[in-house]
């Protein structure tokens, strides 16, 4: 006999999937711009690079903070969940 998978759970899982998305691009781009600036300024200094890194900085942070409030709020569910369970 199958067990029914919970509708709650699953839209957990999804959001932790889409926090983990979140994350990696929002990391990612800091990382690029980062090493983009440090290219920058010291190989050759570049109207285009400083705005990819502006553009980089602006998807990050758009990306980033919702995945890290979404994170809390599903790991908060998490615990919720283990400290209500018998």
Known sequence: MTEAIDPVI???????RLV?????VGYGSFL?????????Q????SSAAESSILILL???????????VFGYAAKAA????RDQSW
């Open 78 to 81: 998490d615990r919720a969940d």
């Open 10 to 16: 699953q839209k957990r899982q999804q959001i932790k």
């Open 58 to 68: 602006v998807i990050g942070s758009i990306a980033l903070a919702p995945a890290i």
């Open 20 to 24: 983990r998305l979140g994350k990696l």
């Open 42 to 45: 010291f190989v050759s200094s």
């Open 32 to 40: 690029v711009a980062t090493i983009l600036l440090l290219v920058n």
